[in-house]
């Protein structure tokens, strides 16, 4: 049985600045991150995953935000989250 996952959507419209891409810099290191993560093949992860009952994250997403939190030196998730409203405020 296939997991539905909550799909990535880093173009979703805002009011404000008018996409997420607007966020951040041409240059920031969110943006590498992505795009490295876009040339990773993690059909296996997505294969094995069983799911709960709410739709999970995917794990392209998941992984990210781990990559991201090493690179900057941030491994706990309360500071990798507080971390990312100070870059977006």
Known sequence: MAVEFIPIDRDTPYI???SV???LPDKHLARFVV????QLDLSHLTAVYLGRDSKPFHPAMLVAL???GHATGIFSSRRLHTYSEAILD
Do not use: A, C, T, V
């Not at 795009?35 to 876009?38: G, K, N, P, R």
């Open 66 to 68: 781990l990559f991201y």
């Open 16 to 18: 404000f600045p008018s």
């Open 35 to 38: 795009d490295i993560m876009e």
């Open 21 to 23: 891409q607007d966020y």
